[in-house]
């Protein structure tokens, strides 16, 4: 997958209303989307996470006396351009709008509703 941070520059990080029936389209059942869009956005939130620790480690200064405190200029600039992305809940919402998300069920599952549809 490519970088998180490119494909998400001309999203719009504002909150917007959705379509419930719209959503719940592709699977059938509004509660199975919103599994698969919460395990998409812990991903990405962990992804965002890391890649910002490592960031701003490049630029830590240890010091010896915990009353010398110090601003880094490019480490505030990093967190601020990490706090204007979109909600990871935005982006992978997005994500599953686009069909850029693959999801499929296990095979228990998958036998469990076949028996449902038999007894039916």
Not at 18 to 38: C, F, P, Q
Not at 89 to 117: C, G, M, P, Q, W
């Given at each position: 997958?490519?970088?998180?941070?490119?494909?998400?520059?001309?999203?719009?990080?504002?909150?917007?209303?959705?379509?419930?029936?719209?959503?719940?389209?592709?699977?059938?059942n509004?509660?199975?989307?919103?599994?698969?869009?919460?395990?998409?956005?812990?991903?990405?939130?962990?992804?965002?996470?890391?890649?910002?620790?490592?960031?701003?480690?490049?630029?830590?200064?240890?010091?010896?006396?915990?009353?010398?405190?110090?601003?880094?200029?490019?480490?505030?600039?990093?967190?601020?351009?990490?706090?204007?992305?979109?909600?990871?809940?935005?982006?992978?919402?997005?994500?599953?709008?686009?069909?850029?998300?693959?999801?499929?069920?296990?095979?228990?599952?998958?036998?469990?509703e076949?028996?449902?549809?038999?007894?039916?």
């Amino acid at each position: 997958m490519s970088d998180i941070k490119t494909q998400v520059q001309g999203l719009d990080p504002n909150v917007r209303a959705r379509d419930v029936h719209g959503l719940a389209g592709k699977t059938g059942n509004i509660y199975e989307v919103l599994s698969i869009i919460t395990k998409r956005s812990k991903q990405l939130a962990v992804d965002l996470k890391q890649e910002l620790h490592q960031k701003l480690e490049e630029f830590a200064v240890s010091s010896d006396t915990i009353e010398e405190v110090s601003e880094n200029k490019e480490q505030i600039e990093i967190s601020k351009f990490y706090e204007r992305l979109p909600n990871p809940v935005i982006i992978a919402t997005e994500e599953f709008l686009k069909d850029e998300i693959y999801h499929r069920y296990n095979k228990k599952r998958k036998r469990e509703e076949e028996e449902e549809s038999f007894l039916d």
